[in-house]
Nanobody, 123 residues
Framework: QVRLVESGGGLVQAGGSLRLSCAAS????????MGWFRQAPGKEREFVAA????????DYSDSVKGRFTISRDNAENTVYLQMNKLKPEDTAVYYC????????????????WGQGTQVTVSS
């Protein structure tokens, strides 16, 4: 099994930046694609960004494209989400997830999930 722990969330004003981290357990981690999802109150969990574990491929939702960047540090088994130009509508709990696929864009592609980290963007 893969254990995922998110960190880096917090409160930021609109236009500001945050960097989220997702640490995967080194003892159980192998070759997985990684993704970031978010869920706002009363909303479905939605795709934000994904990266193959090799880092060869990335993808983003249209709502964050150009503002967010997903990256990884293979040596540390950590995936990052750099969030710039944050908007109030970015407010949500952000989850990292791991898939046995090299790459996944849907919630159902992912079998392992972190507990989430809260991101709140004020006006």
């Amino acid at each position: 099994q893969v254990r995922l722990v998110e960190s880096g969330g917090g409160l930021v004003q609109a236009g500001g930046s945050l960097r989220l981290s997702c640490a995967a357990s080194a003892r159980t981690f192998s070759s997985y694609g990684m993704g970031w999802f978010r869920q706002a109150p009363g909303k479905e969990r939605e795709f934000v960004a994904a990266i193959s574990w090799s880092g060869d491929s990335t993808d983003y939702s249209d709502s964050v494209k150009g503002r967010f960047t997903i990256s990884r540090d293979n040596a540390e088994n950590t995936v990052y989400l750099q969030m710039n130009k944050l908007k109030p509508e970015d407010t949500a709990v952000y989850y990292c997830a791991a898939t046995f696929l090299q790459f996944g864009l849907d919630v159902h592609d992912y079998a392992h999930w972190g507990q989430g980290t809260q991101v709140t963007v004020s006006s």
